[in-house]
């Protein structure tokens, strides 16, 4: 019986998911924008967010204490193994200027990252589209204009495909619209 081992195996042994999770997770900070499969992504989720909240706490304490920083910067780092992606998630060395990615979410509770679903069960068939047609996504980030041609799959992996990526700005306040009463909507 599987009672209390919620984790997904992905058919690896423990080692091989807790590389697939750094790896993945040294992808999204070093370039901000991934893709992937959804269950990855879901699977790596949690482990970002918790790193960007200990980041958080770090630099929030930078200047006070200075220990409980230091504390912070090493739970970090042996969790991602990478010392420039540690470096650019707490904004020290090159990234000093722009407060780093921790920085950049000083003011959010959480919700650091999103998952955007690419229709189709493959990379290279979006719905709606021939197979030999190649699509292109355009977006922008950081403030260039870049494509991304979705070529094919990977190994005859046909799960679906996600764009996982960190938030670039807070979201604006969405209007809130008052609710209809009951005797409003029915004339």
Same mark, same amino acid.
């Given at each position: 019986m599987?009672?209390?081992?919620?984790?997904? @195996?992905?058919?690896?042994?423990?080692? @091989?998911?807790?590389?697939?999770?750094c790896n993945l997770a040294n992808s999204l900070f070093t370039y901000g924008r991934i893709i992937t499969t959804v269950e990855k992504a879901k699977y790596v989720r949690p482990f970002v967010e918790k790193l960007i909240t200990t980041a958080k706490k770090g630099i929030a304490n930078k200047e006070t204490d200075k220990l409980t920083y230091i504390h912070q910067y090493r739970q970090v780092l042996s969790k991602?193994?990478?010392?420039?992606?540690?470096?650019?998630?707490?904004?020290?060395?090159?990234?000093?200027?722009?407060?780093?990615?921790a920085g950049r979410y000083a003011d959010r509770n959480g919700g650091y990252t999103r998952i955007l679903r690419l229709?189709?069960?493959?990379?290279?068939?979006?719905?709606?589209?021939?197979?030999?047609?190649?699509?292109?996504?355009?977006?922008?980030?950081?403030?260039?204009?870049?494509?991304?041609?979705?070529?094919?799959?990977?190994?005859?992996?046909?799960a679906s495909q996600v764009i996982f990526e960190l938030i670039e700005e807070v979201e604006e306040e969405k209007e809130i619209r008052p609710k209809m009463s009951v005797s409003e909507g029915k004339k």
């Open positions: 599987r009672h209390r081992k919620k984790e997904k @195996h992905f058919g690896r042994t423990s080692s @091989h998911r807790k590389a697939l999770r991602l193994n990478n010392k420039e992606v540690v470096r650019k998630l707490f904004g020290e060395g090159k990234w000093r200027e722009s407060g780093g990615i229709s189709g069960s493959r990379m290279g068939v979006l719905s709606g589209s021939s197979v030999g047609d190649i699509p292109e996504l355009e977006y922008k980030m950081e403030g260039f204009e870049r494509k991304l041609r979705l070529i094919g799959n990977r190994l005859g992996d046909n």
